[in-house]
């Protein structure tokens, strides 16, 4: 299937230090959203990339896109305790989404 | 922002017998309803998309006899889990889009628990 696939699964770092995951795809992406789920809570939309090469920003968070669009990344400048969840990444076709694995992020105070 | 809820968010039931799930868009009306199935710490897993008025479309290996789906209206959409077993406990999310933005607006989502 059109997967796609995030690593890594699991991610402990001490609060105020930097956070990366990474989405990667076999295929072209025709565009890539990025996801947050709190525990036992439900995902919440970030960011959707479109262009190739594209990068976006929100306060902390920056999204990529790859030139190639088939890898994505989200990086987090200076992680809070807020900032715990998983993030997943998902590729979609027409309005179907495929979500990534995800990545638990754990934040250390 | 839009909001959609899920009744009810936790069920326990008994094997063999019938769980029905409500999403609701409360704030938009939802072309598309997506019912998705979450286990612990793993990712979402598509199961069906549904349309108001039509069947729904079900991905590769779910049963849609097993998993009845239904869109009655532009803000309803129900999944019914029917003679559920253990190995269905689950989280249960579902999702909407107001077909005019790519967003997708996600339930609480509802935890089944079949004893």
């Known amino acids: 299937g059109q997967q796609v696939m995030q690593i890594p699964q699991y991610q402990h770092v001490q609060e105020g230090e930097d956070f990366t995951t990474y989405c990667n795809s076999s295929t072209t992406l025709s565009n890539i959203q990025w996801y947050k789920q709190r525990p036992g809570g439900h995902p919440v939309f970030l960011i959707q990339?479109?262009?190739?090469?594209e990068v976006k920003k929100q306060k902390r968070l920056t999204f990529q896109f790859g030139e190639a669009k088939k890898n994505s990344s989200l990086h987090i400048t200076a992680t809070q305790t807020t900032d715990v969840g998983t993030y997943f990444c998902?590729?979609?076709?027409?309005?179907?989404?495929?979500f990534g694995e995800g990545t638990q992020l754990t934040v250390n105070p | 922002g839009a909001v959609v809820s899920q009744h009810p968010s936790r069920v326990i039931c008994k094997s063999g017998t019938s769980v029905k799930i409500e999403c609701r868009s409360l704030d938009f009306q939802a072309t598309t309803m997506f019912w998705y199935r979450q286990f612990p710490k793993k990712s979402l897993m598509l199961m069906a998309t549904?349309?108001?008025?039509?069947?729904?479309?079900?991905e590769q290996g779910v049963e849609k006899d097993k998993f009845l789906i239904n869109h009655a209206s532009l803000t309803l959409s129900t999944l019914t889990v029917t003679s559920a077993h253990p190995e269905d406990s689950s989280f249960y999310i579902c999702s909407a889009d107001d077909g005019r933005i790519y967003e997708q607006y996600f339930g609480p989502g509802t935890r089944l628990t079949v004893t």
């Open positions: 998902a590729r979609s076709s027409g309005s179907r989404l495929t």
């Open positions: 990339l479109v262009k190739s090469g």
């Open positions: 549904s349309n108001e008025g039509s069947k729904a479309t079900y």
